[in-house]
């Protein structure tokens, strides 16, 4: 499957969490997410992402899902937390066993999806939202976002977006650099941003 934002973030926070002494595993389709990090990989092939494209086949094949998602859990045994990070693992946590969500926690990259917000898909969020005891938003938008789709706000921490800050530290260097490849005077008052832009 195509790598986006949510599965370098993904891999960002659990390597985060091994910095600070806590074992993690990731379960993915793609075996060299983690590279160049602290965070193993265990295989895992749910099918495809939820989405309107993809919803009716992958609500038919959710019981499929849903013992694969069990198989690959059972192999990891014991551990104290089950955090998921996309939709269909999310609508199918509630569905596993207690003993595989002992914690179940969901990280929440940005804004509930649109179609999760109201009729029958929104009951089914709400529904799997119950059994959550956490959900880690990365920002008050998305925070709002899902109390709004229904998830009570009482479990909802706005986490901000982690970042190696070593990785972002000043360089005189690149200052230079960029300046002269966009042709930026270097008495010039400029101002960087990194942002992520949703239509909604």
């Not at 926070?13 to 993915?28: F, K, Q, W």
């Not at 595989?100 to 009729?119: F, M, T, Y």
């Not at 976002?145 to 977006?161: C, F, Q, T």
Request: proline residues 8%; positive net charge.
């Amino acid at each position: 499957s195509a790598r986006g934002g949510g599965e370098y973030a993904a891999v960002d926070l659990l390597d985060a969490l091994i910095g600070r002494g806590h074992e993690c595993v990731m379960l993915s389709n793609v075996p060299d997410l983690a590279d160049g990090t602290r965070v193993p990989v265990r295989p895992i092939d749910l099918g495809p992402k939820l989405s309107r494209r993809t919803a009716v086949s992958v609500i038919a094949k959710a019981p499929i899902a849903l013992k694969t998602l069990k198989d690959a859990l059972e192999c990891q045994m014991p551990y104290d937390v089950l955090l998921v990070h996309y939709k269909k693992e999310q609508l199918l946590a509630p569905w596993l066993p207690k003993r595989l969500r002992p914690k179940l926690v969901w990280a929440e990259w940005g804004p509930v999806p649109r179609q999760l917000r109201s009729g029958p898909p929104n009951v089914l969020f709400r529904q799997a939202a119950r059994g959550v005891h956490v959900v880690l938003a990365v920002s008050a938008g998305t925070e709002s976002s899902l109390v709004e789709a229904g998830v009570d706000a009482r479990k909802v921490e706005v986490v901000p977006n982690v970042m190696d800050l070593d990785a972002v530290r000043f360089s005189a260097e690149a200052r230079t650099r960029v300046r002269t490849e966009h042709g930026i005077p270097t008495d010039a008052f400029t101002v960087g941003c990194v942002s992520r832009f949703h239509p909604k």
